[in-house]
């Protein structure tokens, strides 16, 4: 039974080496695992980095593309990957010193879920309980999915994934760089049951919330890769027979959250934002009274886009300033 721990790499030089080290040093607890980085890129000194810690370390195998971006990488990475089970970490995030110890008696299941840690600059937030953990039918699990929407749930770092299944499945990284994790877990969950799924109730991956790098910069493609996005979603969930109503529900649900998350986008580095613009953006894309009426849609987003569409000056100024989690 072999781990194969993926790992992309850009302008990392910072943090990567802390990375792979509270990886690598769990070797004495279980000693069948690789680490494969794929550097895409990188400006600085990452691959420099990279190449001087395989020459002394047997557990690390590095590879190098041209940029292509993160969801690329993990691709180059699952060819690579000659374990049994795979696991994915980011080149800013580290692994609790006991991860090892607590999955290895779970690696008998076709999916492992165990808690993460957010870090954030004053604050830190444990998030152990899954969402999706009382799902009885794929349906279930599905809807779940996309309604809760825990970043425990939707990210790839923590968790293991049968190696079997995506090969078998022919599963891979899309959308590019747009809610590619997400996508990824929720193709790989339409492949299982949930009893294939074990969980760990604790936070053994640590997410550092204030240095992950994200677009910088306005792209306007990213309302064409929210709307694949939406049309992927939408495909699956009519593959899942779900009443009409709760589909609807579902799909209006996840909608709000893209609208949340575009919004943002445009908040922090379109010039031309203005309230009128926000208000127009959310008239096009969501009806609000449908939205407060859908009772799978949680009250924070519920109250975001309220705040969004009426008080758009004051949700911008608080956003800016404090950035919250939406």
Known sequence: MKLSVIIP???????IERTIQSITTQAQYFSDF?????????????????????????????YRQENKKQAAARNNG????????????????????????NILPSMNKKLTIFGIRKVYENKQIDEVVSGIR????????????????????????????SKSVIDKNNLHFSNGNFFEDSLFVLNYLMMIQPSDINYIEKSLYILNKHTNTTTSSFSESINSRAEN??????????????????AQMVLQGLKSRLVIHI???????????????????????ISMRALMANNLLGVKYKVALLM???????????????KPEV
């Open 263 to 285: 919004s943002h986008h445009y908040i922090l580095h379109y010039d031309q934002w203005t309230p009128k613009w926000q208000h127009r953006y959310i008239a096009k894309n």
């Open 229 to 246: 996005y939406y049309c992927e979603v939408e495909e699956i969930i009519s593959e899942l027979g779900l009443p009409k109503d709760k």
């Open 134 to 161: 009382d799902s009885q039918t794929k349906p279930e699990l599905i809807e779940n999915y996309l309604t809760k929407n825990y970043e425990m749930d939707v990210g790839v770092w923590n968790k293991i994934f």
């Open 308 to 322: 969004l569409d009426y008080c758009p000056r004051v949700y911008r100024n608080s956003y800016l300033r404090y």
């Open 78 to 101: 699952l060819k690579h990957a000659s374990g049994d089970y795979v696991m994915f970490a980011d080149a800013d995030d580290y692994w609790s010193t006991d991860v090892f110890e």
């Open 9 to 15: 790499t850009y302008n990392s030089e910072k943090t």
């Open 34 to 62: 690789e680490v494969i980085c794929v550097d895409d890129g990188s400006m600085d000194h990452t691959w420099e980095i990279l190449k001087k810690i395989a020459a002394t370390n047997h557990l690390l195998a590095i």
